[in-house]
């Protein structure tokens, strides 16, 4: 098993959050079970539970498999490793745009995509019309595509969306009770969220991805195909939008690690209630921080 492949990262990473869920001193079931649950082969099963044992974060001998220390943000590969063919044009696509300062009315030529993100034109096509149903570019009729820009408006109607989705997920996850997984796998994050708050001048840097893994561990537990489809493109949008503006990202990764650890802190507790209401002010954060950050394209 190549340790430069994308599968293989992902399930690392996977992996990872499912230990941390298990914690210390717990034990991993059989390879059996690990595949189905992770949905990976035989193979990677292996693969990943030897380097898991290689770095010290379970001990592994024979059937036994024991938790010896949480994961650390340093041992998950960067989500731009793990990404498959169609995810890494994903993430092109959204840095072409922003980083080549692209104006609304601008014109996007699929031979000039294919040929700077070294991707196939079907793969590129693909996700382009896929990419069209949110209205942000268009096909012309036999002609090429045209950028309609990241206007206000548009920002808002995809938030709301996206609250709409993590409200009804956050809801779903406290509904399940105490024993509920991904509750825990939330809760296995303080650790990690601390860490951060407590090196913040260093460490800043590393909170979108525990951002990336709270946000998606409530999308996961809510495990509907329609969310998941529509999640996947709208966090391109915000995140790659949101991280186009530097001013300030140190205090607005701090503020949010210690919005998703107060969260965390009362799920802890069995506050359900408080959880929910912390829950919505990190939202409505989230949403004022973007539209007040980012210097929004004129309506047309």
Same mark, same amino acid.
Request: glycine content about 6%; charged content about 30%.
């Given at each position: ?12 990473? !996977? ?27 035989? +193979? ?12 010290? /974060? ?26 498959? +063919? ?38 590129? !096509? ?38 709409? $989705? ?25 650790d990690a969220h601390e860490a951060i708050i407590a090196d913040i001048d260093a460490q800043y840097l590393s909170f979108p991805r525990l951002d990336e893994q709270f946000h998606r ?7 509907? !195909? ?10 391109? /949008? $915000? ?21 998703? @650890?107060?969260? /965390? ?6 506050? +359900? ?16 921080? @973007? ?10």
């Open positions: 098993m190549s340790r430069d492949n994308s599968t293989y990262k992902d399930s690392l990473n !996977r992996s990872l959050d499912y230990v941390a869920a298990l914690g210390i001193e717990n034990t991993l079931p059989s390879e059996v079970e690990l595949t189905q649950r992770l949905g990976i082969s035989r +193979t990677t099963v292996r693969a990943v539970l030897s380097h898991l044992d290689e770095v010290g /974060i379970i001990s592994w001998s024979g059937r036994n498999k024991t938790v010896l220390r949480a994961p650390k943000p340093a041992d998950y590969f960067a989500k731009a490793e793990t990404l498959s +063919t169609s995810e890494r044009v994903e993430t092109q696509f959204m840095e072409y745009l922003l980083g080549g300062d692209l104006k609304p009315g601008a014109i996007l030529h699929e031979s000039d995509m294919v040929r700077a993100f070294g991707a196939s034109a079907s793969v590129l !096509r693909e996700f382009l019309i896929r990419f069209s149903r949110f209205g942000l570019i268009e096909k012309e009729p036999n002609r090429h595509w045209v950028l309609r820009g990241f206007t206000r408006s548009f920002a808002i109607e995809l938030f709301d969306v996206r609250e709409m $989705f993590e409200l009804r997920a956050f809801a779903t996850l406290t509904a399940k009770g105490p024993e509920g997984e991904a509750r825990a796998r939330l809760i296995a994050l303080e561990v409530l999308m996961e537990d809510l495990g509907n !195909r329609f969310v998941d489809d529509f999640v996947e493109l709208v966090s391109v /949008i $915000f995140h790659y939008h949101y991280r186009w503006n530097k001013r300030d990202e140190r205090d607005r990764n701090l503020a949010a690690a210690r919005q998703h @650890l107060a969260v /965390i802190r009362a799920l802890k507790a069995g506050e +359900t209630d408080r959880a929910m209401d912390l829950f919505q002010e990190h939202l409505n954060a989230a949403r004022s921080t @973007l539209l007040s950050s980012v210097p929004w394209d004129p309506e047309p």
